[in-house]
């Protein structure tokens, strides 16, 4: 679709699924145009596919060269930029013994230099617009939890990197805030949280259940919007109060 460039456009990282692709229809259905980034290009297609004022772009977020490339392209399909939303991110979860240097750094290439990368390229055009930035960390970013040592100190990376952006960022005009998400009931999730893994978050969560990819969005999106024009620097947990809580909440139930 031709972009009019009085619509306003956001880039969602890591939309072709999940929490992005969730993101990315909710910005349509505000009215915005969305250039949707990720690189699994089959499902990307797809999923572009099907939806108007989109705008799909193969991206590897670690490739600096690939990233000011796309940014590049947007600003040429859309003539603008209000919203990035650092979305795209990997999960290699283990033991630490056996965390070796190439598994580190795939998580870090992604999920922490994606954000820099994006974020650096695109500030020019947020800088024009007033714009947001929104970084998705992680639940495992604010509490340390087993098999997650590259994940967790990822996550825990993009929060304070999401600080420093405020602080920075906040003379000329951009936002930038960061999702933690809690347990969310993606398919990914389903297809390996067993039934004992699922009971033993529903004990931990005081909402006692899974988010779901379309509540994590309505944070990111109202972050990006308007509403939240005085919210920067902030770290927002939409996790059903579990990292408010501690251990032994299943025995103080009933």
Not at 47 to 53: E, I, K, L, P, Q
Not at 58 to 72: F, G, I, L
Not at 178 to 185: D, I, K, T, Y
Request: hydrophobic fraction near 45%; proline fraction near 3%; glycine fraction near 10%.
């Amino acid at each position: 679709m031709t972009s009019q460039t009085a619509t306003k456009t956001a880039i969602v990282t890591g939309a072709a699924r999940g929490i992005g692709l969730a993101t990315t229809d909710l910005f349509r259905a505000a009215g915005w145009q969305v250039a949707m980034i990720d690189r699994d290009t089959e499902e990307l297609t797809r999923a572009a596919g099907s939806r108007d004022n989109v705008l799909a772009v193969d991206c590897d977020v670690s490739n600096p060269q690939a990233v000011n490339s796309m940014v590049r392209e947007v600003e040429g399909w859309a003539g603008r930029l209000d919203a990035l939303v650092n979305n795209a991110g990997v999960a290699d979860f283990g033991p630490i013994a056996d965390h070796d240097f190439a598994m580190w750094r795939r998580v870090m290439e992604t999920n922490l230099d994606g954000v820099f990368l994006c974020s650096q390229a695109c500030a020019p055009l947020l800088q024009a617009s007033k714009g947001a930035i929104v970084n998705i960390g992680s639940i495992s970013g604010l509490r340390a939890s087993t098999l997650r040592v590259a994940y967790g100190t990822s996550k825990a990376a993009v929060i304070q990197l999401t600080r420093q952006q405020a602080a920075e960022l906040g003379e000329h005009g951009i936002r930038a805030n960061c999702v933690c998400p809690g347990p969310v009931r993606t398919k990914l999730a389903m297809a390996v949280h067993t039934q004992e893994i699922i009971d033993a978050y529903h004990d931990a969560i005081p909402l006692n259940r899974y988010g779901s990819e379309q509540e994590i969005a309505e944070v990111i999106v109202f972050l990006c919007s308007d509403k939240a024009s005085y919210v920067t620097g902030q770290i927002i947990a939409a996790d059903g109060g579990f990292e408010s809580t501690g251990v032994g909440l299943p025995a103080l139930r009933g």
